[in-house]
Each structure stands twice: as C-alpha cells, then as structure tokens.
Nanobody, 128 residues
Framework: QVVLVESGGDSVQAGGSLRLACVVS????????MAWFRQAPGKGLEEREG??????????TVADSVKGRFTISKDNAKSTLYLQMNTLKPEDTAMYYC???????????????????WGQGTQVTVSS
C-alpha cells in the first residue's frame, strides 16, 4: 500500500512561483515512478492532465504546456517528490495530484490510467 500526501498549494498572482511536495509513506518498489497531474475547475477525472513524471532511472519528462516553467525533482532521503512551478499563469489553476506506480510502463508516462496510486490533491489558484 502506498499513501501519497501533497502540500504546497496556495493562491498566487500571475508570474509567481510555488513548490509542491508529495511525501510517500512507503518508499519502496511500489512507487518506482512518480508524477504530477492536474485537474482544472469544472473538468472531470478523464480530463486530469499529466504535468511531469520522474522515472526510477532518474529521467524525467514535463508536458509541453509547462515546459520551461515547471521542474520535477525527487529527494530519496526525504521520500518526497517536488514540483517547482515558476511564472505561473491563470490557466495553471487546478487541483494538483501526486501519483505513483510500481511498473512504470510505458516509461515516463503522462497518462492517468498508467498510475495506480493517487494522493488527495493540493489546490493551486493563480489570479491575473
């Protein structure tokens, strides 16, 4: 069983920065790859969008929509996944979710259905 707890969400002005954190309760092979997703207000689960993924080989991928602004990283000693978000825009407003999976197939997937474990989310609101 893997429990993921996100934190760091807040309300900020456009152009601001936030750093989200996701603490993993059991840091084992059950969370070999970890990712951040977001779900914008009024959108359903099927529209939950992959933002960035950190694979177990140390490689990472970020979505084109946030490339150059968001960075994903992981601190193994703290069992924590991070998402550094810079130059935030109103369209970044969403609930942000941490996800994990033991199998990591395909590699560096940003597809919601490829992840078995999910956190409860942390809200990010960006005002113009």
């Amino acid at each position: 069983q893997v429990v993921l707890v996100e934190s760091g969400g807040d309300s900020v002005q456009a152009g601001g920065s936030l750093r989200l954190a996701c603490v993993v309760s059991v840091y084992s092979g059950a969370a070999n790859c970890m990712a951040w997703f977001r779900q914008a207000p009024g959108k359903g689960l099927e529209e939950r969008e992959g933002v960035a993924v950190f694979d177990n080989d140390g490689s990472s991928t970020v979505a084109d929509s946030v490339k150059g602004r968001f960075t994903i990283s992981k601190d193994n000693a703290k069992s924590t996944l991070y998402l550094q978000m810079n130059t935030l825009k109103p369209e970044d407003t969403a609930m942000y979710y941490c996800a994990a999976d033991p199998y990591c197939l395909p590699k560096r997937s940003l597809r919601r259905l490829d992840y078995n474990y999910w956190g409860q989310g942390t809200q990010v609101t960006v005002s113009s």
